[in-house]
T-cell receptor, first 113, second 119 residues
Framework: GENVEQHPSTLSVQEGDSAVIKCTYS??????FPWYKQELGKGPQLIID?????GEKKDQRIAVTLNKTAKHFSLHITETQPEDSAVYFC????????????FGTGTRLLVSP | GAVVSQHPSRVICKSGTSVKIECRSL??????MFWYRQFPKQSLMLMAT?????????EQGVEKDKFLINHASLTLSTLTVTSAHPEDSSFYIC???????????????FGEGSRLTVL
């Protein structure tokens, strides 16, 4: 089955710096790659997603890139702010129905003022 | 975006009792909902897929007799942890897909989670 690896497990940056989180997946049939932000004690919230027919997608300070050949995708956050501090999860779905999601292990991002 | 609501947000119970957690899609219908479990500082692990009007599909290693799932309507799925033990203490999160969004592919929305503590 699908396996998603995520790095780094923790990331500390200064406010204003950029943050990059990387994920790799194993199933070449996966075609949908969402990123979720989870704050303490809350459920995950979708922040951006990308489908396999697109190489890059951007939404204000957040961007995601996808390299299907290498089977990896990355989350880029620019001009980080303290409120960006949270745990970020990448995920992949191994079937065309966008049904099951396989999550990465999470990255704890800390943005210091 | 669509809203998925879970209740209760926190529950404490004694070992051996059963606990029911509700997951509701508030402004859309969901024929399929998903139940995840998350241990502290770990990722979300899919437990089962809840199908409206039919039996749930459980992931490998998840005991269906222990984690009872009922999806009686298009807006409600329930997870019942039966004969709970301390090792069942975890954060349980449901999600649902609004097929009216994203061109029919359906963005997945998560509930706020339910923290279960078994004494």
């Amino acid at each position: 089955g699908e396996n998603v690896e995520q790095h780094p497990s923790t990331l500390s940056v200064q406010e204003g710096d950029s943050a990059v989180i990387k994920c790799t997946y194993s199933d070449s049939a996966s075609n949908y790659f969402p990123w979720y932000k989870q704050e303490l004690g809350k459920g995950p919230q979708l922040i951006i997603d990308i489908r396999s027919n697109v190489g890059e997608k951007k939404d204000q300070r957040i961007a995601v890139t996808l390299n299907k050949t290498a089977k990896h995708f990355s989350l880029h956050i620019t001009e980080t702010q303290p409120e960006d501090s949270a745990v970020y999860f990448c995920a992949a779905t191994p079937n065309t129905g966008f049904q099951k999601l396989v999550f990465g292990t999470g990255t704890r991002l800390l943005v210091s003022p | 975006g669509a809203v998925v609501s879970q209740h209760p947000s926190r529950v404490i119970c004694k070992s051996g009792t059963s606990v029911k957690i509700e997951c509701r899609s508030l402004d859309f219908q969901a024929t399929t909902m998903f139940w995840y479990r998350q241990f502290p500082k770990q990722s979300l692990m899919l437990m089962a897929t809840s199908n409206e009007g039919s039996k749930a599909t459980y992931e490998q290693g998840v005991e269906k007799d222990k984690f009872l799932i009922n999806h009686a309507s298009l807006t409600l799925s329930t997870l019942t942890v039966t004969s709970a033990h301390p090792e069942d203490s975890s954060f349980y999160i449901c999600s649902a897909r609004d097929l009216q969004l994203a061109g029919g592919t359906g963005e997945l929305f998560f509930g706020e989670g339910s923290r279960l503590t078994v004494l």
